[in-house]
């Protein structure tokens, strides 16, 4: 089993930043592509990013990229989401998940956190 915490969030500015950090117990993080998801009030939950097990390949969000990256570092158990330039449109709870590959829906994922609250006012 692989459990996630996700950590990070807060209240920023739009045109701001937060890093949100995603810490995983146990010894088979590194086995695992990492992905992000996040979920505003009264939407559905959706995919923000994804980082394979190597960190050599990662997928984004037409909406945030360029102005989101996700990086891992398996040596700490962790996996983040700098997130620059955010706009009022990107608040919603953060999820980070495990699947065994790149994917960008919810089902693919076999393990998620319990989510990070980011705020972004204007």
């Known amino acids: 089993q692989v459990q996630l915490v996700e950590s990070g969030g807060g209240l920023v500015q739009a045109g701001g930043s937060l890093r949100l950090s995603c810490a995983a117990s146990?010894?088979?993080?590194?086995?695992?592509?990492m992905g992000w998801f996040r979920q505003a009030p009264g939407k559905n939950r959706e995919f923000v990013a994804a980082?394979?097990?190597?960190?050599?390949?990662?997928t984004y969000a037409g909406s945030v990229k360029g102005r989101f990256t996700i990086s891992r570092d398996n040596a700490k158990n962790t996996v983040y989401l700098q997130m620059n330039s955010l706009k009022p449109e990107d608040t919603a709870v953060y999820y980070c998940?495990?699947?065994?590959?790149?994917?960008?829906?919810?089902?693919?994922?076999?393990?998620w956190g319990q989510g990070t609250q980011v705020t972004v006012f204007s």
């Open positions: 998940a495990a699947s065994g590959s790149i994917a960008t829906m919810p089902y693919e994922y076999d393990y």
């Open positions: 146990g010894r088979t993080f590194s086995t695992y592509v």
């Open positions: 980082i394979s097990w190597s960190g050599g390949s990662t």
